[in-house]
């Protein structure tokens, strides 16, 4: 089992919607998390962390957690064509290190 | 406060060869991780280096090294580049333990020929 699972997408949603990106991860004792949004031949730039259990909504962005299914997820609401890159869920493990899904390719179509 | 900062932007290597990436941490961090990032893949932990020693490694054969210095900057050592090896290489700083995500540095961009 990776220790890092999301969608591998690429997911297609029109400008305006709601796009919804899922990762799952492996170790229980991971207590911090990370998506990161990355542009075509760019850096990834961290876009949103969540530590506790539930939502935390920054703009247009919601990350919901759920330690019990070991379940991170990414909502865009309103998305934009800008908002087309790959989105890569991260997790800082037990033992202090971060480690990352594959990545989803979003594309939103206008 | 600086960022990261990492050198060179793009290299080119013939297989065989040898290649040092460089790393400059963010102002006030302690620790580096390097990460190798392939085509369409995620990043991929190499390692991390905290104290001038290495404080971790991921599935990377003993041919990726690394130093530490005394101002927290980094260095990244590829001996007998194979094919496989084309890839970006991403370092980030942060404090040791801390919880926050990392910020990387703009990445070296490897192509082995």
């Known amino acids: 089992q990776k220790e890092v699972e999301q969608n591998s997408g690429p997911l297609s949603v029109p400008e305006g919607a709601i796009a919804s990106l899922n990762c799952t991860y492996s170790d229980r004792g991971s207590q911090s998390f990370f998506w990161y949004r990355q542009y075509s031949g760019k850096s990834p730039e961290l876009i949103m962390s969540i530590y506790s259990n539930g939502d935390k909504e920054d703009g247009r962005f919601t990350a919901q957690l759920n330690k019990a299914s070991q379940y991170v997820s990414l909502l865009i609401r309103d998305s934009q064509p800008s908002d087309s890159a790959t989105y890569l869920c991260a997790v800082k493990t037990s033992y202090d290190k971060v480690i990352f899904g594959p990545g989803t390719s979003l594309s939103v179509i206008p | 406060e600086t960022g990261v900062t990492q050198s060179p932007t793009h290299l080119i290597k013939t297989r065989g060869q040898q290649v040092t990436l460089r790393c400059s941490s963010q102002?006030?961090?302690?620790?580096v991780s390097w990460y190798q990032q392939a085509l369409g893949q995620g990043p991929q932990f190499i390692f991390q280096?905290?104290?001038?020693?290495?404080?971790g490694r991921g599935n990377f054969p003993p041919r990726f090294s690394g130093l530490q210095f005394p101002n927290y900057s980094s260095e990244l050592n590829v001996n007998a580049l194979e094919l496989d090896d084309s890839a970006l290489y991403l370092c980030?700083?942060?404090?040791?333990?801390?919880?926050?995500?990392?910020?990387f540095g703009s990445g070296t961009r490897l192509t082995v020929v």
């Open positions: 980030a700083s942060s404090l040791y333990y801390q919880r926050n995500g990392y910020t």
């Open positions: 102002s006030g961090h302690n620790t």
């Open positions: 280096y905290y104290r001038e020693e290495e404080n």
